[in-house]
Nanobody, 125 residues
């Protein structure tokens, strides 16, 4: 079964850190650009960060620049999102998604080939 599984979410105080993982099973992430997205009730899913197949190209939404870092370990078939200096407004369900791509990086939520089911991040004191 081809799937992405997110993990690492939870409750954290403002200023704290979490590392999210996105693990693939049934296929290799080597051929995929990976994106992290987040969604809160009543709002559209928002792109947070994305990474190219090689890991050399990354993009971030302005609100997380300098605080979040995306990375990948193709040997472990896993992509990570390190989140530091968390704020209450970072509270959301976080999803990872994969798009098969030859070159570059794909950051749009449209056209992704696979989606995970999400992991909840709650930033609250």
């Amino acid at each position: 079964q081809l799937q992405l599984v997110e993990s690492g979410g939870g409750l954290v105080q403002p200023g704290g850190s979490l590392r999210l993982s996105c693990a693939a099973s049934g296929f290799t992430l080597d051929y995929y650009s990976i994106g992290w997205f987040r969604q809160t009730p009543g709002k559209e899913r928002e792109g947070v960060s994305c990474i190219s197949r090689s890991g050399l190209s990354t993009n971030y939404v302005d609100s997380v620049k300098g605080r979040f870092t995306i990375s990948r370990d193709n040997a472990k078939n896993t992509v990570y999102l390190q989140m530091n200096s968390l704020k209450p407004e970072d509270t959301a369900v976080y999803y990872c998604a994969a798009k098969q791509i030859r070159y570059g990086v794909s950051c749009s939520k449209n056209g992704m080939d696979y989606w995970g089911k999400g992991t909840l991040v709650t930033v609250s004191s």
